[in-house]
């Protein structure tokens, strides 16, 4: 298996570009994860789908974020407009349900840098 | 609400030497407890976990981690630290939804 396949590896953008992160989970994992990782707030949980379907969103910053899973095998995470302190590197991770003690395996993550 | 707590920032040990990376969490029902490790550029890596049994769970890389229930505390180990073990390191704990909270990581140095 190829484990989480993050698209793009690296971003750099002006400020008030549309960006959009994308994320291939591991074939027959049912949960999917996204977080941010910045030095000030470390590893944050901004939203997660189980069997596609948004279970939270309570970590989304703010409405310039939106994710959607619409396949089992495809999710995007969007940030419209893009702002400089969205600078981070977005990692998309998976595990297959249920919970319990299941790995969450993780991408290779997508910095992102805003000027 | 869950949570987990990593109390040091950075913690610096001399190779050969043995390492602790401590967290403590809060979770109400059984904890399922991880530890991850990111190198530089690089996403987590799952290191072990805690399900039930022994406290002391065995993972990659001669790490091993202790589970004390009354103290709720779940600290990496490793009897003999490697200047390759330098690192950032984090705990986590599972909700009973699934959600996988981390600590705020510790980055472990070692020094030759």
């Known amino acids: 298996d190829a484990g989480v396949i993050q698209s793009p590896r690296h971003e750099v953008t002006e400020m008030g570009q549309e960006v959009t992160l994308r994320c291939k989970p591991i074939?027959?994992?049912?949960?999917l994860f996204w977080y941010r990782q910045t030095m000030m707030r470390g590893l944050e949980l901004l939203i997660y789908?189980?069997?596609?379907?948004?279970?939270?969103d309570s970590g989304m910053p703010e409405d310039r974020f939106s994710a959607k899973m619409p396949n089992a095998s495809f999710s995007t995470l969007k940030i419209q407009p893009s702002e400089p302190r969205d600078s981070a590197v977005y990692f998309c991770?998976?595990?297959?349900?249920?919970?319990?003690?299941?790995?969450?395996?993780f991408g290779a993550g997508s910095r992102l840098t805003v000027l | 609400a869950q949570s987990v707590a990593q109390p040091e920032d950075q913690v610096n040990v001399a190779e050969g030497n043995p390492l602790t990376v401590k967290c403590t969490y809060s979770?109400?029902?059984?904890?399922?407890l991880f530890w991850y490790v990111q190198y530089p550029n690089r996403g987590l890596q799952f290191l072990l976990k805690y399900i039930t049994g022994d406290n002391l769970v065995k993972g990659s890389y001669g790490f091993e981690a202790e589970f004390n229930k009354s103290q709720t505390s779940f600290h990496l180990k490793k009897p003999s630290a490697l200047v390759s073990d330098s690192a950032l390191y984090f705990c986590a704990v599972r909700d009973n939804t699934g959600k996988l909270i981390f600590g705020q990581g510790t980055t472990l140095q070692v020094k030759p």
């Open positions: 789908f189980n069997n596609n379907v948004p279970i939270d």
């Open positions: 979770v109400s029902g059984n904890p399922y």
């Open positions: 074939s027959g994992h049912d949960y």
């Open positions: 991770a998976s595990f297959p349900g249920p919970p319990g003690a299941n790995v969450l395996t």
